[in-house]
């Protein structure tokens, strides 16, 4: 399979801390790869260099053989990567719809002047993009909800929510940070279908997951991270098996 993202040999620190000390890890095409570490490994600051939030002070990211560290977040996500918080991130006041329609593709032609101009346009550009804010969440399992305020939708169905999200920028790769962090045990079963069913469509995924069953369950690769480098990645029962690395992440405060 082919390789769709490569980090290699990444550094960043802050002030005196290198939060990334020569991470390398790279990301084959519609596989899922869960990074696990301990707390303060790094795992967050890996996502921010990916995605733009943080620029690596050394070393390279590069996406489908394209250098794209130190790029702006917006053009990262243009070229394919999204990514979810931890902390949601969500337009609350907003309908959950809404927050889906906001976060698909700009198409030209979209602006107030184009609306004022070519207001049937701008209106067949809305009636296009409601059809495919309804098809993300039936895919999520949310159109039910389409109309509800998000502060009206339970917390698995806000994670979820924010899934849609992500998949509405039309991305390859999907970063996701604790997809299933504060969820129910019947919460936490539909995320974890709906991971395996996003990889079944072809997306790459990288997942920051604590909890070592989810990972068996949905990893096809895992990444273990300690103090800002990779100490293992491949096969998730060879990773998880190795008594080294559980002491390091159990001792670690998990
Ligand atoms: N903006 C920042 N300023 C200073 N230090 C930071 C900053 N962001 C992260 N760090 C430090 O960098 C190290 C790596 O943090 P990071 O958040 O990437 O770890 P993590 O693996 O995501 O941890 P957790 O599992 O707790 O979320 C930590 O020591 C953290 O305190």
New binding site residues.
Partial sequence: METLLDVGNVT?S??G????DGCSFALRQGQVTC?V????????????CITGF?KPDAGSIRLSGEPIAGLHRRDIVRRGIARSF?NLRLFEEMTVIDNVIVCLADETGNDPITAILRPFHSQAVLKRKTEQARAILETVGLLAKADHLVTAISFGQQKLLCIARVLATDAELLLL??PTSGLGATALDTMVALIRRLSGLGKTLLV?E?NTRIVRDIADQVVF?HQ?RVLAAGDPGDVLERRDLAEIYFGG??
């Fill in positions: 960043r802050f002030g801390l290198r939060a990334l990074l570490g301990p707390n303060g490994a790094g795992k967050t600051t890996v996502f921010d943080l931890q940070d604790e920051v604590h991270m800002g405060g998990h």
